[in-house]
């Protein structure tokens, strides 16, 4: 971990930036501050469906029970800049992967600083218990759903702890 006083930067991204990604980043930021680590989480979407919208009612209801608060967040649009202003973006599915590595390539050609500093991963990238899997698209879903959206954020959220914490953010 590195002892630099600028933080790290995550970026958590899905598809609608209102189900998934918002829960993400609340529960990756908490899990970070309680482990102490120097790192600030914010979440966007591939797509520009809900822009300034708050998280879907379904997710804040979940979250709320297990003591998340996602009621401050309003969606946006992954945009060029995020490449060059995050050390990180976790997608949350392989489809969100690709989409933002597409994107990303596009971006690489209108930038001008050519500075793309981001990092790609998947969200599970390092969680044993669910390893490089989905984190299933609850929009169309039921309570399980959202549930198991909040069970595996907590779940790759403490896997990318453990990775931080034997890992050097800088190298
Ligand atoms: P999210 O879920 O990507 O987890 O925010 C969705 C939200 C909205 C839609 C799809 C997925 N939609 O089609 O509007």
Redesign the pocket.
Known sequence: MSRSSVPYKVLCV????????PTAEVVLQQHIDKAGLNIIVDSA?TSN??PNQPP?VRSQKYAKQQGYDLSHLRARQIKAEDFERFDLILA?DHDNLANIELLMRQSGKTLHSGSLRARLALMSQHDTDFPQQAIP???YGDAKDFERVIRQCESSSQAWIRYWQQHDLNA
């Open positions: 899905c598809l609608g930036n209102i189900c998934r990604s979407g469906y809900h879907d949350m698209d609850p929009y």
